[in-house]
């Protein structure tokens, strides 16, 4: 059963494409509601393995470990978002003009580009110019959400890595240098600043 979305969630999004079976309703051109649950279901697991480099499967939130403490602006609403869209694509695959003179082609690819921009041009885009080819996150993680396993400890949402700046412990000398003339080797160090 989907756990991020509902049926009526969906439903709200095919309003005047696809008709759905009510409990009492055995008309065939209309689609089942377990089948669409089915493809609801699918389309979430398509969204957490689209996710997956950067966050855990299922989604949970990183202090409690459970969906509903994640905060719902803006993580839980690009999540359901993700997941309707990959639902509605599902749906309208499977249903959507079968039988009749109406392409379905067109809105799902619309549909399908909506969805790899969220995906690709903010949640797992990374640095990628000629300047910067180090292929690191390019924004902060959705707030609340559990990171993967592997990115755990390194995703501070700046270039993929934790920047140390604490006192004697930086990949920087601990004293910045205005000066250019001034070098490492020349340069004037505090001696009462205890260098490990």
């Not at 969906?10 to 055995?26: A, E, S």
């Not at 309208?92 to 009749?100: C, I």
């Not at 001034?182 to 505090?190: G, L, S, V």
Request: proline residues 5%; aromatic residues 10%; negative net charge.
């Amino acid at each position: 059963m989907p756990q991020y979305i509902t049926f009526k969630d969906v439903q709200i999004r095919l309003t005047g494409k696809v008709r759905f079976q009510t409990p009492t309703d055995t008309d065939e051109n209309k689609m089942s509601t377990a089948l669409a649950n089915r493809l609801i279901d699918e389309a979430e697991g398509q969204v957490e393995q689209d996710l997956s480099p950067r966050y855990a499967a299922p989604f949970v939130s990183s202090s409690t470990g459970n969906f509903k403490d994640i905060p719902d602006r803006p993580t839980k609403n690009i999540i359901r978002t993700l997941c309707e869209l990959q639902a509605v694509i599902r749906i309208l695959e499977t249903d959507f003009g079968e039988g009749s003179s109406v392409d379905a082609a067109k809105y799902m690819k619309n549909l399908e580009a909506r969805y790899r921009k969220i995906i690709d041009d903010s949640i797992l885009a990374k640095f990628s110019t000629e300047y910067d080819s180090s292929k690191q996150w390019k924004y902060p993680p959705l707030p609340g959400l559990k990171l993967n396993y592997f990115n755990s400890v390194a995703d501070d949402g700046y270039a993929g890595f934790v920047s140390v700046t604490s006192h004697s412990n930086g990949d920087y000398a601990e004293d910045q240098i205005n000066d250019p003339s001034e070098t490492f080797f020349n340069a004037q160090f505090d001696d009462n600043v205890e260098h490990k």
